[in-house]
């Protein structure tokens, strides 16, 4: 690893990587190799025992009953394509937040232009949600409630286990975006109502990019079309797709290798324990806000509260173009950082960044509080240096 | 002239489902293996659970409610 990189966007992916993921990835690419569930022999078995196992463990993670009820997809985008193109139908009203990222407003918008109609709750400046006006937003036909758990952009973590009360109360499904929360953010399936869970295996599960998954509540596959079907392994006899969990929406083999590294990632997720890594994390980013803080010309966005974000904060130097410090900060600091609008146009317009964005720093497990000192005097060096 | 056949095998929807029954009957101390199906059984590809006849019900408890089964038929050698 180049020790002179500082990388502060594992809010886009994580890096580095557990060093157990990379040799779980390159084991299963030398000594087995097989296709899972296609075939009868060992090594087939063995990767399918690999996928298997991390269904089971993600299982653990998201306190999800049943292992079979985790479909494995290539990322959050696909996991939240099923949920919404294979679920809903022309008439139906959602409900979702100013908060979001394209990979829930670009299908939602895409549905609305075939007859769904959808209400985007807006935030207020921190991007913080009141319930509240999830249930004013709620019509006859409402179906489904789409919601991100925690902000790309500011790192605001959504009240979901109140919204998750609410759907129940009305007996509206809830789908959650957990693509900044999970690995780094405590998910409870049960506990937060939540029916549809759609994660990213490459962020703070620290797997590998091409992976992730949805968690599909008991008997409500049975009301979602797959949107990619052919061969499962499963009921080869006909030409159909299978009705059951997870080979309704898994057609098509595997990405085996990179499932074999999100298994390692979550596995070191569950040895540390999410509260610890939440707990290192937080510590980070209360370091650097207040290291930040009083420097001139310093613009932080999102929430106050350090219990109620992820480890992600937004800011600007007035008077700065973000995609310019962003570029110093590579150049003369070796601080990787994203600027811009990070996928979420209406999450800029909720903070009152758009069309021009924030620096955006995103912290993680494998972040030091060495790092955070660098990338404070680094910020001090670029906000001396305007105009 | 012993009639009865030597194994069971059960049958699963998928693999998947054949996986989760193993880790069962692994935790509970149940002697099984995994085998592909055989041919004369089913013609789909994959793998089945075989174990012995006597254990049967004791496998059916341990699955219940866990893991559904499609099928057990008699292993004829
Ligand atoms: C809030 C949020 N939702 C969804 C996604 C999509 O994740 P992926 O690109 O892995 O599909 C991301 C990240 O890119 C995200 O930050």
């Known amino acids: 690893m180049n020790r002179n990189i500082i990388y502060f966007d594992n809010a886009a992916t994580s890096w580095p990587k557990p060093p157990e993921i990379i040799a779980a990835m390159q084991n299963y690419m030398q ?19 690999i996928v298997f196992d991390t269904r089971e463990k993600i299982s653990q993670l998201f306190n999800v009953p049943d292992p079979l009820r985790i479909v494995l997809t290539r990322n959050a985008t696909e996991a939240l394509n099923i949920a919404i193109f294979g679920f809903l139908k022309t008439g139906d009203h959602v409900i979702t937040s100013g908060m979001e990222h394209n990979s829930v407003m670009r299908p939602l918008r895409a549905m609305e232009a075939r007859g769904i109609d959808i209400t985007v709750v807006s935030c207020d400046s921190e991007g913080i949600l009141d319930p509240v006006n999830i249930v004013k937003a709620i019509k006859k036909n409402t179906k489904a409630i789409f919601i991100t758990n ?12 109140d919204i998750g009360r609410i759907a129940r109360e009305h007996g509206l499904v809830l789908c959650v975006d957990a693509a900044q929360t999970a690995g780094c953010y405590p998910i409870d399936v049960i506990e937060m109502n939540i029916d549809l869970l759609a994660f990213t295996g490459h962020k703070a599960l620290f797997g590998p990019s091409g992976t992730g998954g949805l ?62 890594i939440k707990n290192k994390e937080e510590k980070l980013v209360q370091m650097f806000i207040d290291g930040v803080r009083e420097l001139p010309g310093i613009i932080l966005y999102g929430q106050k509260s350090m219990e109620l974000r992820t480890p992600v904060v937004s800011f600007n130097i007035a008077g700065m173009d973000p995609a310019a410090v962003a570029l110093d900060l590579d150049e003369r600091f070796g601080i990787m950082s994203r600027s811009g609008l990070h996928c979420a146009p209406s999450a800029h317009k909720t903070i009152d960044t758009y069309p021009v964005g924030t620096v955006r720093f995103s912290f993680s497990y494998f972040n030091t509080e060495e790092q955070i000192i660098t990338s404070i005097e680094a910020l001090q060096k670029i906000s001396k240096s305007r105009i | 002239m012993n009639e009865k056949p030597q194994y069971s095998v059960m049958l699963f929807k998928a693999v998947s489902y054949v996986l989760k029954a193993e880790k069962i009957l692994k935790k509970e101390g149940l002697p099984h293996k995994l085998i592909p199906v055989p041919k004369n059984i089913s013609s789909d590809c994959g793998i089945c659970l075989r174990f012995e006849p006597a254990l049967q019900s004791k496998i059916e408890v341990a699955l219940l409610n866990k893991v559904e089964i499609e099928e057990v038929r008699a292993l004829k050698e």
């Open chain 1, 150 to 161: 925690a902000s790309n952009v500011t790192g605001t973590v959504m009240p979901v286990s």
């Open chain 1, 215 to 276: 968690y599909i509540r008991e008997g409500l596959e049975k009301s979602i079309e797959p949107i990619c079907v052919g061969g499962t392994g499963s009921r080869s006899e006909v030409e159909v797709q299978p009705d059951f969990m997870p080979d309704r929406f898994e057609a098509g083999t595997p990405n085996t290798v990179g499932i074999a590294g999100l298994r390692a990632g979550v596995e070191f997720i569950l040895s540390k324990g999410v509260a610890q």
């Open chain 1, 31 to 49: 000594n087995i190799g097989g296709s899972p569930g296609r075939s009868g022999h060992r090594l087939s078995i063995e990767a399918a025992r």
